[in-house]
């Protein structure tokens, strides 16, 4: 199965820089690649799909990319905000099987 | 329009005891899936259940079942529960598609083990 590698550090980051978080993929290429936030104690919350055949996806300040060369991912937030605090997973796959895989998450800190 | 909701919100059990927990998929989604969170770990995936069958199981001992309703809402019952079944019990539901799609998350259940 795919293993997924998420920094595991938390990224801390003044308020309005750009945060960048990165989901790094082993094996086979996912058809698509999907980002989600997370706060404590909650369940998470779909944020962006990314396909493979497509480079680049924009939603508000939020932006994604997806390079099956270097199996990566990158997750940007513009203009960051302290309620933009929280973890963010990436995952992979919801194969025919439905097993959508998910990576341990990266914590985000915004800090005034 | 009505989010995923899962009951209860929190439990406390001891050792050896059952427990069941509950989730309403989104109306109109077929499909429901239940995920085990560890305190500080990483979503596992635990079943897939669409159009009231179960699809998929991921690497959990067979004391983990569960069950689709014709309506799509689900049930997961934990057997002889362990300490190391505390976790958040995460239920997602989805439209039934090829090629993926997001899921839509529950707040989870609390599962606490004495």
């Known amino acids: 199965s795919q293993k997924i590698e998420q920094n595991s550090e938390a990224l801390n980051i003044q308020e309005g820089k750009t945060a960048t978080l990165t989901c790094n993929y082993t094996?086979?290429?996912?058809?698509?690649l999907q980002w989600y936030r997370q706060d404590p104690g909650r369940g998470p919350v779909f944020l962006l799909l990314?396909?493979?055949?497509?480079k680049e996806k924009r939603k508000e300040r939020l932006k994604v990319t997806f390079d099956t060369t270097l199996k990566q991912s990158l997750f940007h937030i513009t203009a960051s905000q302290p309620a933009d605090s929280a973890t963010y997973l990436c995952?992979?796959?919801?194969?025919?099987?439905?097993?959508?895989?998910f990576g341990a998450g990266t914590q985000v800190v915004v800090t005034p | 329009e009505a989010g995923v909701t899962q009951s209860p919100t929190h439990l406390i059990k001891t050792r050896g005891q059952q427990v069941t927990l509950r989730c309403s998929p989104i109306?109109?989604?077929?499909?429901v899936y239940w995920y085990q969170q560890a305190l500080g770990l990483g979503l596992q995936f635990l079943l897939w259940?669409?159009?009231?069958?179960?699809?998929n199981r991921g690497n959990f001992p067979p004391r983990f079942s569960g069950r689709q309703f014709p309506n799509y809402s689900s049930e997961l019952n934990v057997n002889a529960l362990e300490l190391e079944d505390s976790a958040l019990y995460l239920c997602?539901?989805?439209?039934?598609?090829?090629?993926?799609?997001?899921?839509?998350f529950g707040p989870g259940t609390r599962l606490t083990v004495l």
């Open positions: 997602a539901s989805s439209l039934r598609t090829s090629g993926g799609g997001p899921l839509y």
């Open positions: 094996n086979y290429s996912p058809a698509y």
């Open positions: 990314i396909r493979e055949n497509e």
């Open positions: 995952a992979l796959d919801r194969d025919s099987w439905g097993k959508l895989q």
């Open positions: 109306s109109g989604h077929t499909s």
């Open positions: 259940y669409d159009e009231g069958e179960e699809r």
